[in-house]
């Protein structure tokens, strides 16, 4: 079971930029595809979007499609969520996730089809 930890949020203002890092261990990070998920206090859980275990194929929610964007380095083991033009509707608590899948599956986009997660990181927009 691989383990992860994120790191980079923080206290942002309308329109700013952050990078968040995702840095896995205990696991072949190469096999396994990576999602962000983000969660606000009284919201379910949703997804802001995933790469595949090669970096060749990422997919976005529609809310942020446009200003985030996913990459992952996996002699680093690590995958980040570059995330620019930021709004107050993105403060959540961010979660990267990991899964194994199939050599050409799709993105997978529900919390429940992933196995190993972080254990958060903060991001607040300020208006």
């Known amino acids: 079971q691989v383990q992860l930890i994120e790191s980079g949020g923080g206290l942002v203002q309308a329109g700013d930029s952050l990078r968040l890092s995702c840095v896995a261990s205990g696991g072949t990070f190469s096999s396994y595809q990576m999602g962000w998920f983000r969660q606000a206090p009284g919201k379910e859980r949703e997804f802001v979007g995933g790469?595949?275990?090669?970096?060749?194929?990422?997919y976005y929610a529609d809310s942020v499609k446009g200003r985030f964007t996913i990459s992952r380095d996996n002699a680093q083991n690590t995958v980040y969520l570059q995330m620019n033009s930021l709004k107050p509707e993105d403060t959540a608590e961010y979660y990267c996730?990991?899964?194994?899948?199939?050599?050409?599956?799709?993105?997978?986009?529900?919390?429940?089809?992933?196995?190993?997660w972080g254990q958060g990181t903060q991001v607040t927009v300020s208006s």
């Open positions: 790469i595949s275990w090669s970096g060749g194929s990422t």
């Open positions: 996730a990991a899964r194994t899948t199939r050599l050409y599956s799709t993105i997978g986009t529900y919390p429940s089809q992933y196995t190993s």
